[in-house]
């Protein structure tokens, strides 16, 4: 593991055989040993299995053939409402947790796309799939997020934009949805291997004054709210979130799906940890 990268193991990822040195339109590790077969079939003096070939009662020729991963997608899926600028360090954490997925995905021999949404999901919100790391860092960094009012409606209709084949998808937000609205975007996702990435404010309200008057935002729905902060105010504040949290995560339960959970600061040991823990 390095500090801008991750190691992820995918079960469901599909193989192609590859024969010796023959080119392949595919890419992927073909380092790993699966048999040999008739060198009639595959004419490759480079890959000739001696022992197999020696011992063989018949007295035929074999070379050596290797399991080759074909290459995936993995897809960073992010909410760009406003609800996800009201703390301003999100701009900087959603762009390096997207290069990370990015370098992931690359090293492994994979490929990366990001899709963004808000209210919608507009033709300048979408990278396609992609290999080069440098061209995938500067279409990041140049990426403009629309701070002002917007909701995150464009989800539903984040089918139309996924990859036809089986993808990874990391699905990074605050999750402002209800459960039902939740539960339907997962549908949706369901022919994909998802990994929500909860973007949490927890933090944020436990660094809240325990008294003083407070104005709180609703950004999608272009409300504001003054209050006067006290501790049993705040206490509630942060039960009501917790249990929140708790609902959206029964959720994840319910697909069995399990969540990576973001606070402050991305943590790569975190991420690495639910890869070890889970073998996709």
Known sequence: MKDNQFIYSISWRSRNNRYGNNLSSKIGNDFEYSGSKNFNDHPDLTRIDIKNSITDPYEDIYVKTYNLNNPINLVALCDVSSSMFVTKKNDSMIRNLSKIIANSAVSQGDRFSMICYNDSIKKK?????????AHISQWIDKFTFEIEKSSSDGIKDID????EEK???F???DFHH???QIEEILNKLSNHHVIPIFISSES???????????KFTDSEMNLEHEVFLRPSIKQKILTDYEKMKIKIFNIFSKKQLKQIEINEDINIESIQQYFIGNYI
């Open 125 to 133: 919100f979408l990278l396609e799939p992609d290999n080069n790391l």
């Open 160 to 163: 139309k934009y996924l990859p």
């Open 167 to 169: 993808s990874l998808i």
């Open 171 to 173: 699905w990074i937000s």
């Open 178 to 180: 209800t459960p039902i």
């Open 204 to 214: 944020e309200i436990k660094k809240l004054p325990n008294y003083g008057f407070r």
